[in-house]
Structure formats: C-alpha cells, structure tokens
C-alpha cells in the first residue's frame, strides 16, 4: 500500500491565487513528520515546511500553510498568492518514527503545479 | 547553494562503462542517502549511511556500489549499468532533531546508452 498518496498529477492555478495541493499518508507509528519540498525543473529538491505529529497548530512558513487534518490523514500545502516562480513539482514525504538522522523519508508521486500570469 | 554539492550535474555512460558520482556536505550532518527519481515514479530511497555505517540497502542490484569514507562524502559507484537505470540521482543529508528533513543536493542526470 502507498505510504504517501498524491493524487493531482497536475494543477494549475491563477497567478496571485491560492492553491492547496493534496497529501494523504498512511501510518500506524504514533511520531512521524510531515514534510512539503518543492522541486523546480534545475532538479533540486528544496524543503518547504514541515508538521510534526504531535503539534497541535498547523504549521506555517511565509505563504506556505500546512493543513494537517490528522484523523483523515492528510496534510494538504496551500500556497497563498501564487507567483509565476511556484511553478514545479511538489513533493509530499513523511518520516515514521522519531527525528532521528537515518530515518527515512517516504515520498509521493508529486504535483506539478502550473502558475498562470 | 544547499550545502550539498554533487557531481558531475550530468552524465552520459555506456553500459561497460564504469563512472562515479559523487555527493559532499559540510553542514555537520551525519546521515546521507542516496535516492533515484525516474521519470513518473516517486522517489526511491537507495542508500541510507548513518555515521558512516550503512543501514539501509533498499534491495539495490548489485551494479550500484555505495561508499562513505566519512560524515561528509558519500559515492555512487556505477557499473554495468542498463538503460532503465537513467534517472536523476539525488544526494542528501540530514542530522538528529532537525525538522527540516533532508537536506538535498542538485543531482546528478544520469543517461546511460
């Protein structure tokens, strides 16, 4: 079964819109971490935000949000004011376990997101 | 600049031929991975080296030799390879209670022919 779903291959969004991309993850372990990276078309993966599965406020970082539902098992990213430079693949990823250096991080399939002028 | 460096960013090999690519960090970390990203697959996690020990092999054939001399350095040995194994190579690191996951390194466009 996939740890980590991503289901919108593909978005496109109005510049100066915002846009929430889906995640939802499948985990029995009680601590894991909720990471968003984006990835523009140089291939660099770059980190975003991230939720913890024990913090009680949705994390936020500028005009990215994290929406952590944590009895549905999502954390969707909303982008807020979108701007031509959003343009990329997004990537969804979770680490089960605690925050330990060589735990793993489990990714999805990603959205490529599209931002309009 | 991440603090991540890989090379080569890009490179085109036969299938005798043998190459290396190549990861550094100096952030302090002691945790390094290798992963691959083929085209419409999620990632997949490859190599995990921990305190220069390797604690995760994730089933990788054989043609695909990791070594971390140290913290800092860690190397994809290739050879043998297949077409299928093209794909963009991504290094990362990462340390103990860092909320910021990995950090990763620009890659490395792997095309063999």
């Known amino acids: 079964a996939q740890k980590i779903t991503q289901t919108q291959p593909g978005m496109f969004v109005q510049e100066k819109e915002a846009v929430t991309l889906d995640c939802t993850y499948d985990?029995?372990?009680?601590?894991?971490?909720l990471f968003w990276y984006k990835q523009p078309s140089s291939g660099e993966m770059i980190f975003l935000i991230y939720?913890?599965?024990?913090?009680?406020q949705n994390a936020t970082e500028g005009r990215y949000s994290l929406n952590f539902q944590k009895a549905r098992k999502s954390a969707n990213l909303v982008i807020s004011a979108s701007q031509l430079g959003d343009s990329a693949m997004y990537f969804c990823?979770?680490?089960?376990?605690?925050?330990?250096?060589?735990?793993?991080?489990?990714f999805g399939g990603g959205t490529r997101l599209m931002v309009k002028p | 600049e991440t603090g991540v460096t890989q090379t080569p960013r890009h490179l085109v090999m036969g299938m005798t031929n043998k190459k290396s690519l190549k990861c550094e960090q100096h952030?302090?970390?002691?945790?390094m991975y290798w992963y691959k990203q083929s085209a419409k697959k999620p990632l997949e996690l490859m190599f995990v080296?921990?305190?220069?020990?390797?604690?995760e092999n994730n089933s990788v054939p054989s043609r695909f030799s990791p070594e971390c001399p140290n913290s800092s350095h860690l190397f994809l040995h290739l050879h043998t390879l297949q077409p299928e194994d093209s794909a963009l190579y991504l290094c990362?690191?990462?340390?103990?209670?860092?909320?910021?996951?990995?950090?990763f390194g620009s890659g490395t466009r792997l095309t063999v022919v």
């Open positions: 990362a690191s990462s340390r103990d209670n860092d909320n910021y996951g990995y950090t």
């Open positions: 985990t029995s372990d009680p601590s894991y971490g």
């Open positions: 939720q913890g599965s024990y913090d009680q």
């Open positions: 990823a979770m680490r089960e376990g605690p925050n330990n250096a060589g735990n793993m991080l489990t």
């Open positions: 952030l302090g970390h002691n945790a």
């Open positions: 080296y921990n305190f220069k020990e390797q604690t």
